[in-house]
C-alpha cells in the first residue's frame, strides 16, 4: 500500500476548500473502478474538529511542537507528498507546507506540487524540489499522476 501525504494550507476561515481538495483526492481513489486503488492517503487534518482549528491553522490545537512532530512523522511515513499551494484567497502564507516541502526533498520524497501560481512555479527552490507541477487537483487526477507513481514502485502487473 502506497501512502501519500497530502500537504496544503488550514485556515478556517476557509476550511471547506482546505478539505475539500484533500476529500477529493481521496474519494476519486476510494471510487476506483473494480475495488479502492492501492493508496492510502495520510492527512495532517485527518480526524480534528474544526471548530477548534484558528485562521492559523492547527496552532491552539495542540502544542507546536506536536504539530511539527506529528507533520514531520507523516512525511517520513509517506512515499509521495501532493502539496496543494492554493491559499483559497487568505493572506497568511503557506509556511508550514513550505517547511513539509523541504523535510521531503531532504528525505528523497517524491512531491506533486499543485499550483498555477508564477511565484511558486519559476521559485529556484520549490521548482527543483517538485517532481512533478499540476495547476489544479483536476488536472493531478485527469493526468493519474499517483497512479504513475504507484506503477513505478509496485511489481509490474500485465
Known amino acids: 500500500m502506497m501512502k501519500v501525504y497530502l500537504a496544503g494550507y ?3 476561515s476557509v476550511m471547506e476548500q482546505c478539505v475539500g481538495w484533500r476529500k477529493k483526492i ?9 475495488g479502492k486503488y492501492p493508496v492510502d ?8 474538529d474544526f471548530t477548534c482549528i484558528k485562521n492559523e491553522g492547527l496552532y491552539g490545537v495542540m502544542p507546536p511542537h506536536a504539530i511539527v512532530h506529528k507533520d514531520y512523522t507523516a512525511i517520513e511515513k509517506s512515499d509521495l507528498i501532493v502539496a496543494n499551494m492554493n491559499t483559497f ?3 497568511r502564507s503557506p509556511a508550514g507546507t513550505i517547511c513539509e516541502l523541504a523535510w521531503a526533498w531532504q528525505m528523497h520524497k517524491a512531491i506533486v506540487l499543485i499550483t498555477d501560481e ?6 529556484p527552490f520549490i521548482n527543483y524540489f517538485a517532481s512533478w507541477i499540476v495547476s489544479s487537483v483536476e488536472d493531478l487526477l485527469e493526468k493519474k499522476i499517483i497512479n504513475q507513481f504507484y506503477k513505478a514502485w509496485n511489481p509490474a502487473q500485465y
Open 10 to 12: 488550514i485556515n478556517s
Open 26 to 34: 481521496r474519494q476519486h481513489y476510494e471510487s476506483w473502478p473494480g
Open 41 to 48: 492517503f495520510l492527512d495532517p487534518i485527518n480526524g480534528e
Open 89 to 91: 484567497g487568505q493572506t
Open 118 to 123: 508564477n511565484s511558486y512555479i519559476n521559485h
